[in-house]
């Protein structure tokens, strides 16, 4: 252990590193508390087994094989060097070197584990950009994935090359410069070292070039995921655990309108005080469904900040494989994108002024301040294509759940703004008049049961 | 079911017949057959007749919320004002409000599909589709609905049904959780769709269509395992496949997606209870 300008400085990195990070997910998190209260406590057991399948085991990645081994290789290659990162971490700090390899035989597993895992991310995040970028997988285009969106997934795909370039550098300038009495195991790096010079101060230059590299690319890597789709990593845990447990048939309850029809069906039902501020005066009401971004469930905007833009919501989606507007996946993007804009947006590569979206027209300023989630983002084509067919919700490999939002801002339409298309309305008014959904008097009911037991052809 | 109260009696089941088995003459069918199996396994049920109301399906779907609620507290005091327990039903969307949504409103029932009640009588060996028309050579794809499959889980329930009818069962590329919508749900039934490519009824009989001619890539049959049914040629005469249904709206929808590719000739749409009906000579 020797303690040198080096630790000072790895410290001051550090800590800048990780407190930028939790100044950008403190803002982040206070963007989704503004959706509204939802209860999620309670069926701890339920949920921790569900995050345990879903989101740690991976299981509605493997409903298309190619990209769940691929994604499998990336996620399992990235928990499993994140221990050699503890390692470096407490190198940097207190001047060590490979403080680990007290280990002994289990120190040579996990550094030989490392090395094989690396070179299998390289190999898969190059069958990633290839699907990407040269097969053209359908789901990967689309009006909504715009020019920052597709730069996100593929610089996500060139840090990681990076990531895993730093440390074989490290590892084999270390190899190189100690030879066997290095302890660890280093499986691809033995092949390596031919390519690096024989300088022993050229080696340990090399050596620290890599170290470097990889923790201070972590770091940064750290405070882009706020900015980016691959905030997923982190989002997905919470994300899986409060997702709805019940049926997907079953569509919410408003309360508010429960107790509304209660009165009108049982004059004698009292309904619950209004809610009130903490002053005591009467609180404004909300309205029914959702108008923007604070109209949504809390738990409709932490969706908004799992979702990976992968796309096979829309890909399912039977309005958007016969050519409807609809997309779930633009649902969810809009909704992130909106929520960044109303309230601060924490990022610090700001994804909304990327590419033409950044040509500052003062006029579009105007209406950017005054549109809401609904017609601002999403337009009523988009909602009343829905079937609620549940298959985007099925698809979710972290289980969002587009279908709830769209539901939410169906609402806002029709019982905030009549805003129904008028065959839908005429459909209203049969059920309110006749009973049934087509115009057919009550009275027709039974017809069915006439011929019964007539012999029909 | 007033007769029956007035006579001071309770029936073990209420059969919800929902506003399209009651009022469209295509569905209407499907509930007569479902009946003639009530009255052949003698089970003891009524229905509501007159006093029923739509469920306000496509009013929740379609976002409005109050009516749904008017809609759902009418039927729940008509339901509990006769002491009903247990309601079976032929439609997925009367079946998914009453037992997902209606608790919340004060309307607590077993709920059963009739694809899980159909399937029940034939483990109890009640029905045992004998008798009655023969279905041997003959190919059958069963179409999800979203309103039972992913909304509700019951997968298997209808193709258990239809492995008793000795055909030919094939399963579309898109089946079980992955299968396709029909088109008609979340109101969609009561609108035009809106402007895109294609009708989605349409695009999902083509599937279906392409099953039933052996045009799959890989036939399976519903145990997954290669079926061996031979590829027929297309255009040569299959001796009335069969696109199977349990829901009124997909009923419609693959009935006029059959329409637009000009093969009703050759192909039918039919109802579980419809074919377990004439499989058991009920449509006498």
């Given at each position: 252990m020797h303690f040198s300008i080096q630790n000072i400085l790895f410290l001051l990195v550090a800590v800048a590193g990780f407190g930028l990070?939790?100044?950008?997910?403190?803002?982040?998190?206070?963007?989704?508390?503004?959706?509204?209260?939802?209860?999620?406590?309670?069926?701890?057991?339920?949920?921790?087994?569900?995050?345990?399948?879903?989101?740690?085991?991976?299981?509605?990645?493997?409903?298309?094989?190619?990209?769940?081994?691929?994604?499998?290789?990336?996620?399992?290659?990235?928990?499993?060097?994140?221990?050699?990162?503890?390692?470096?971490?407490?190198?940097?700090?207190?001047?060590?070197?490979?403080?680990?390899?007290?280990?002994?035989?289990?120190?040579?597993?996990?550094?030989?584990?490392?090395?094989?895992?690396?070179?299998?991310?390289?190999?898969?995040?190059?069958?990633?950009?290839?699907?990407?970028?040269?097969?053209?997988?359908?789901?990967?285009?689309?009006?909504?994935?715009?020019?920052?969106?597709?730069?996100?997934?593929?610089?996500?795909?060139?840090?990681?090359?990076?990531?895993?370039?730093?440390?074989?550098?490290?590892?084999?300038?270390?190899?190189?410069?100690?030879?066997?009495?290095?302890?660890?195991?280093?499986?691809?790096?033995?092949?390596?070292?031919?390519?690096?010079?024989?300088?022993?101060?050229?080696?340990?230059?090399?050596?620290?070039?890599?170290?470097?590299?990889?923790?201070?690319?972590?770091?940064?890597?750290?405070?882009?995921?706020?900015?980016?789709?691959?905030?997923?990593?982190?989002?997905?845990?919470?994300?899986?655990?409060?997702?709805?447990?019940?049926?997907?048939?079953?569509?919410?309850?408003?309360?508010?309108?429960?107790?509304?029809?209660?009165?009108?069906?049982?004059?004698?039902?009292?309904?619950?005080?209004?809610?009130?501020?903490?002053?005591?005066?009467?609180?404004?009401?909300?309205?029914?469904?959702?108008?923007?971004?604070?109209?949504?469930?809390?738990?409709?905007?932490?969706?908004?900040?799992?979702?990976?833009?992968?796309?096979?919501?829309?890909?399912?989606?039977?309005?958007?494989?016969?050519?409807?507007?609809?997309?779930?996946?633009?649902?969810?993007?809009?909704?992130?994108?909106?929520?960044?804009?109303?309230?601060?947006?924490?990022?610090?590569?700001?994804?909304?002024?990327?590419?033409?979206?950044?040509?500052?027209?003062?006029?579009?300023?105007?209406?950017?301040?005054?549109?809401?989630?609904?017609?601002?983002?999403?337009?009523?084509?988009?909602?009343?294509?829905?079937?609620?067919?549940?298959?985007?919700?099925?698809?979710?490999?972290?289980?969002?759940?587009?279908?709830?939002?769209?539901?939410?801002?169906?609402?806002?339409?029709?019982?905030?703004?009549?805003?129904?298309?008028?065959?839908?309305?005429?459909?209203?008014?049969?059920?309110?008049?006749?009973?049934?959904?087509?115009?057919?008097?009550?009275?027709?009911?039974?017809?069915?049961?006439?011929?019964?037991?007539?012999?029909?052809? | 079911m007033a007769d029956l109260a007035a006579r001071g009696e309770t029936p073990e089941i209420l059969f919800w017949v929902g506003c399209a088995g009651a009022f469209d003459d295509r569905y209407k069918r499907v509930t007569r057959a479902f009946v003639r199996i009530l009255e052949h396994v003698g089970v003891n049920y009524a229905v509501l007749g007159m006093e029923e109301s739509c469920t306000g399906d496509p009013a929740k779907r379609a976002g409005n919320e109050f009516l749904f609620q008017m809609q759902a507290m009418q039927n729940i005091t008509t339901l509990n004002g006769y002491g009903i327990k247990k309601v079976v039903t032929a439609c997925p969307h009367c079946f998914n409000t009453i037992k997902n949504e209606y608790p919340a409103l004060g309307g607590e029932y077993e709920v059963i599909h009739h694809s899980t009640f159909l399937q029940q009588l034939i483990n109890e060996g009640k029905v045992k589709a004998e008798g009655g028309e023969s279905f041997k050579g003959r190919r059958i794809t069963f179409h999800d609905s979203c309103y039972l499959g992913r909304a509700n889980n019951i997968y298997e329930a209808p193709r258990a049904v239809l492995e008793v009818l000795d055909a030919d069962l094939l399963e579309m590329k898109r089946c079980k959780t992955n299968g396709l919508c029909c088109g008609a749900g979340g109101a969609q039934m009561w609108k035009e769709p809106e402007p895109g490519k294609k009708d989605i009824n349409v695009e999902r009989a083509e599937e279906a269509l392409a099953t039933l001619d052996g045009d799959a890539d890989v036939l399976l049959n519903l145990q997954g395992v290669e079926s061996t049914a031979p590829v027929l040629p297309a255009g040569s005469n299959r001796g009335g496949s069969v696109i199977a249904v349990a829901c009124p709206f997909c009923m419609t929808m693959m009935a006029d997606g059959v329409k637009n590719k000009e093969r009703e000739s050759d192909v039918q749409v039919f109802d579980l209870a419809e074919l377990i009906a004439s499989a058991e000579g009920l449509n006498a």
């Open positions: 990070f939790a100044w950008q997910a403190r803002k982040i998190r206070a963007n989704i508390l503004v959706g509204r209260d939802r209860d999620m406590s309670g069926h701890v057991n339920e949920r921790l087994w569900k995050t345990l399948l879903v989101a740690f085991g991976q299981q509605k990645m493997f409903k298309r094989l190619t990209p769940a081994i691929l994604h499998l290789i990336v996620y399992i290659g990235f928990i499993v060097i994140n221990i050699e990162v503890i390692e470096i971490l407490i190198d940097g700090i207190f001047g060590t070197h490979r403080v680990l390899s007290f280990l002994g035989p289990l120190y040579s597993l996990l550094t030989g584990t490392n090395e094989v895992l690396g070179a299998l991310v390289v190999l898969a995040v190059a069958a990633l950009w290839w699907r990407r970028n040269v097969k053209g997988v359908r789901r990967f285009t689309g009006p909504e994935m715009r020019a920052w969106p597709r730069l996100d997934a593929n610089v996500i795909l060139y840090i990681e090359v990076v990531l895993m370039a730093a440390l074989f550098l490290m590892n084999a300038a270390d190899l190189k410069l100690h030879g066997a009495s290095l302890p660890g195991a280093f499986p691809i790096s033995q092949f390596l070292t031919g390519l690096l010079p024989d300088s022993p101060t050229a080696l340990h230059v090399l050596e620290r070039v890599g170290w470097w590299a990889h923790i201070v690319g972590i770091l940064l890597f750290l405070n882009y995921l706020p900015s980016s789709k691959h905030f997923h990593i982190i989002m997905a845990f919470p994300n899986v655990y409060y997702s709805r447990l019940v049926p997907q048939g079953q569509f919410s309850n408003v309360d508010s309108i429960t107790h509304e029809v209660k009165a009108m069906m049982d004059p004698t039902y009292q309904v619950p005080a209004p809610a009130t501020e903490p002053d005591g005066s009467a609180a404004a009401p909300t309205p029914f469904g959702a108008k923007d971004v604070n109209d949504l469930a809390w738990t409709n905007l932490l969706n908004a900040y799992s979702c990976t833009e992968c796309g096979r919501c829309t890909s399912v989606c039977p309005a958007n494989i016969t050519g409807k507007l609809l997309s779930p996946r633009k649902i969810i993007m809009d909704t992130r994108d909106r929520v960044e804009e109303k309230y601060n947006s924490p990022l610090i590569f700001n994804p909304n002024l990327y590419g033409k979206e950044a040509k500052h027209d003062p006029q579009e300023q105007l209406d950017r301040e005054n549109h809401t989630l609904l017609r601002g983002y999403v337009t009523p084509e988009e909602l009343w294509a829905c079937t609620t067919c549940n298959a985007c919700v099925e698809a979710c490999p972290v289980n969002i759940n587009p279908l709830e939002s769209i539901v939410e801002m169906r609402r806002f339409l029709v019982l905030e703004e009549s805003a129904a298309p008028n065959s839908l309305n005429v459909m209203f008014s049969n059920i309110e008049n006749n009973g049934a959904p087509w115009a057919f008097s009550p009275s027709d009911r039974f017809n069915w049961a006439d011929d019964l037991f007539v012999a029909e052809k | -």
